[in-house]
């Protein structure tokens, strides 16, 4: 397994994004990536119950439990790494979750503009 150096968008450490459920491609809590995560789920953000539904709607339910795959179903308020297009997608949609800049990958900067990251920031940035 190759995985790109843990670096934030912000350019320091990868914080962690989320224990209950853990989440990550990896399932490690962070957002961590490599050449193996086509879908580069490198946004930590808090679900709303908004995103949720547009997510649902694109065919992508994460609200329904999957017990086969160890998968609890996510609810509003927890924290999951994201799929950085489906971020952009409901960005343009204009309900696009909240984001920890520390626990976002930098390889998001690939699919997502910095300032369009920082606007939806959940934390103080410079």
């Given at each position: 397994?190759?995985?790109?150096?843990?670096?934030?968008?912000l350019g320091g450490e990868?914080?962690?994004?989320?224990?209950?459920?853990?989440?990550?491609?990896?399932?490690?809590?962070?957002c961590n990536t490599s050449a193996e995560d086509?879908?580069?789920?490198?946004?930590?953000?808090?679900?709303?119950?908004?995103?949720?539904?547009?997510?649902?709607?694109?065919?992508?339910?994460?609200?329904?439990?999957?017990?086969?795959?160890?998968?609890?179903?996510?609810?509003?308020?927890?924290?999951?790494?994201?799929?950085?297009?489906?971020?952009?997608?409901?960005?343009?949609?204009?309900?696009?979750?909240?984001?920890?800049?520390?626990?976002?990958?930098?390889?998001?900067?690939?699919?997502?503009?910095?300032?369009?990251?920082?606007?939806?920031?959940?934390?103080?940035?410079?």
């Open positions: 397994m190759n995985r790109a150096p843990a670096v934030n968008v990868l914080a962690e994004c989320g224990r209950d459920p853990v989440t990550g491609f990896y399932r490690d809590g962070c086509a879908g580069c789920h490198t946004v930590c953000s808090v679900m709303t119950r908004e995103f949720l539904e547009f997510s649902a709607a694109r065919g992508n339910d994460l609200m329904t439990p999957r017990p086969e795959f160890g998968f609890p179903g996510l609810r509003p308020g927890q924290r999951w790494c994201l799929c950085a297009l489906r971020w952009l997608e409901a960005a343009r949609a204009g309900c696009a979750p909240r984001v920890a800049l520390a626990a976002t990958h930098q390889r998001t900067l690939e699919h997502v503009p910095l300032d369009l990251l920082r606007a939806h920031a959940i934390e103080a940035t410079h």
